[in-house]
């Protein structure tokens, strides 16, 4: 049981990373579609980065600054041009998919699997206690807690939440509701960048497509936990749950491969049908 309960927790770090990032986008009033493919991106930016410099923590750093310039540059053409954010935010998971697979075989010469150990030519191990598998749930949960307080006890959090309920009201008071956006696709890349690091630095390795949906499970989660960044935690871990029972259900042979991984796919669907959305709203009202 106990053993169970740890896998569960460690499956939930990247995702509740993912959804506290779509969250606040989703405050901000922008889908953020752009999640899952920013997730495989950044994870890939990671392990190029740790490779080179034999440090988790750069390697981090350097992924968290990439994402995060390109979502605020992508933020920016959509606000200046006044561009769907949804065909943006699409755009960005064509280019991901694009870009680590040409960057994959340009600098490594494929577009299977990147270990870690051996494009850095380094044998020990790259594993830190910051990016452990006992301290990234801890980390997510705290980030979840302090995301909470600042939404709601900060002037800043509620701009945010402002920004996409009645931006006009911000234009009226003389603060810029772009700006608010545009900040709120910049946390949503810092999320997506400590996702694809909890993912990568855990497996030591890059996997194409790594996100494996998470980044639209964390979507359907945001509304489980009706837009509140605590209750996104048993909701994440509704999630976390289904997919270490997929895991378990594949070493018995008894089901269908296909109709196992479905599994995740079909919760997160059942969830944005019968979210009760008017009630997370109403909840999250400034």
Known sequence: MNEAFFSILTISAPLL?????????????????????????????????????????????FSAGCTVLLLFAVSVFTEKTRANPFITGLSIN??????????????????????????????????TPFFSSSAMPAAALAAAVLLFFIVRYTSFGLNLRISGAAPDVLTIRGISPSRCRTASWCIAGFFAACAGAALTLRLGAFVPNISSGRGWTALAAVYLGYRNPLLCIPAVLIFASAEYITTVLQGTGNIPAT???????????????????????????P
């Open 94 to 127: 064509l280019f991901a998919a694009g870009i680590t697979s040409w960057l994959s075989v340009m600098l490594y010469g494929t577009r299977g699997v990147i270990s870690l150990t051996e494009i850095s030519g380094r044998s020990a191990s790259f594993v």
């Open 17 to 61: 990373f993912a959804t506290l990032g779509a969250l606040c986008s989703e405050y901000a009033g922008v889908l953020a579609v752009f999640m899952d493919g920013t997730i495989t991106l950044a994870g890939f930016l990671c392990i190029m980065a740790t490779a080179v410099t034999g440090s988790p923590l750069l390697g981090f750093l």
């Open 259 to 285: 109709l196992i991984l479905g599994l995740p796919y079909a919760l997160a669907l059942l969830v944005f049908i019968l979210a009760p959305a008017e009630k997370a709203e109403k909840q999250e009202r």
